[in-house]
């Protein structure tokens, strides 16, 4: 048996997600992908150029200098604070600390988060100036 009515189908617009405000922080968060691509082919190319000699090392250190390139590299840099950000926020969610008896909030497994981010980036920075 057929039928003469037509099927519901509900329409989707392009540009559905920006109606609300959490879909849009939501794209803006996928969208830091896009600079982190910028940084890693960034990293390639150093790598290759400093394997190259002196020469390809000092091209390439020029090219970074280029006004161009810091302005990529600083947005780059936000995104990727934006995104660590969200991703320390949401880490409590999953971990679901209970001690006690009790569970334990969100603020102290954020501040842990941030804490060894920042003593893992002056390590870094201390053996990449100092060694």
């Not at 000699?53 to 006004?67: C, D």
């Not at 780059?76 to 569970?103: C, M, Q, S």
Request: proline share 6%; hydrophobic share 55%.
């Amino acid at each position: 048996m057929t039928t003469k009515r037509k099927p519901y189908v509900r329409t989707m617009t392009p540009t559905w997600w920006q109606k609300l405000g959490f879909y849009r922080f939501y794209m803006i968060r996928e969208g830091t992908a896009v600079p982190t691509v910028w940084f890693s082919i960034l990293l390639i190319c150093g790598l290759f150029s400093l394997k190259s000699g002196p020469e390809s090392w000092a091209g390439f250190v020029s090219f970074l200098q280029n006004p161009i390139v810091v302005i990529l590299n600083l947005i780059t840099l936000a995104a990727a604070l934006l995104h660590t950000k969200t991703w320390f926020e949401l880490a409590p969610k999953a971990a679901n600390i209970i001690i006690k008896d009790e569970k334990m909030g969100p603020e102290p497994v954020i501040k842990g988060l941030w804490a060894v981010t920042a003593v893992a980036t002056v390590v870094i920075l201390f053996v990449a100036l100092f060694w």
